[in-house]
């Protein structure tokens, strides 16, 4: 049964998710997810009203990493070897999938939302508080700052260092869940050099991957820091 993807096309999360199909060869069907996931009926189905989200075979799923974690178990043929069965080998991939999409995001996301247009944060961010507004540049500085710090030290000279992929020798759901936002994080810092050596090895050497990541990549191209 095919895959129906709801999605914000420019978005790096909803990339992730592309990754993962596109990646895998599932056969699925986009939807573009703009305006609509404050309807009732998308909430109905989606209780968190986010995209990305995926519905299959009854089953309705959001959170990039859930979409991940559920597509490499409804697909094994297809998607398993992104998500391995070993039990400490699933906890690193977990491990990095999971601080990539928290840590490492909201920080992106402080630091470059505003100059997409995406707007600062929800109700109590610096930005989005009458009064507050003036605030904004250093705490995107801030942010830019920690980002490219844990950049260097966790990634670049810490999972990187010794593989090419995040998690060994072969990409993993982990990758897919990092890779994309590294997008957005280009329009905050210039990325460390292994890292944008990384971001290279998976567009030249994981099929799909280029393709699946062509909507976001394509939105900051003309905003990257340099």
Known sequence: MSVTFHALPVSANSACTRCVLKCAGIDHVEENAYGKTRSPEYVAKFVTNLAPAIEHDGACVSETNAIARYLCAAFPEQAGK?????????????????YAGASVYNLIAT????????????????????????????????????????????????????????????????????????????????????????????????????????????????????
């Open 82 to 98: 992104f998500y391995p069965g070993d039990a400490k080998a699933r906890a690193k991939v977990d491990m990095i999938a999971d």
């Open 111 to 226: 630091a470059m939302y505003p100059d997409v247009g995406f707007g600062f944060g929800g109700p109590g961010a610096v930005g989005a508080v009458e009064g507050t507004e003036a605030f904004v540049p250093a705490a995107k500085a801030a942010a830019a700052a920690q980002l490219l710090e844990l950049l260097e030290t966790k990634f670049a000279n810490g999972w990187l260092k010794d593989s090419p992929f995040l998690a060994g020798d072969a990409p993993t759901i982990a990758d897919f869940r990092f890779g994309p936002v590294l997008l957005f994080a280009r329009v905050a810092v210039k990325l460390p050099e292994r890292v944008e050596a990384y971001v290279a090895r998976l567009e030249r050497d994981v099929p799909g991957y280029a393709e699946a990541t062509e909507p976001a990549r394509a939105f900051v191209a003309d905003k990257i820091k340099k």
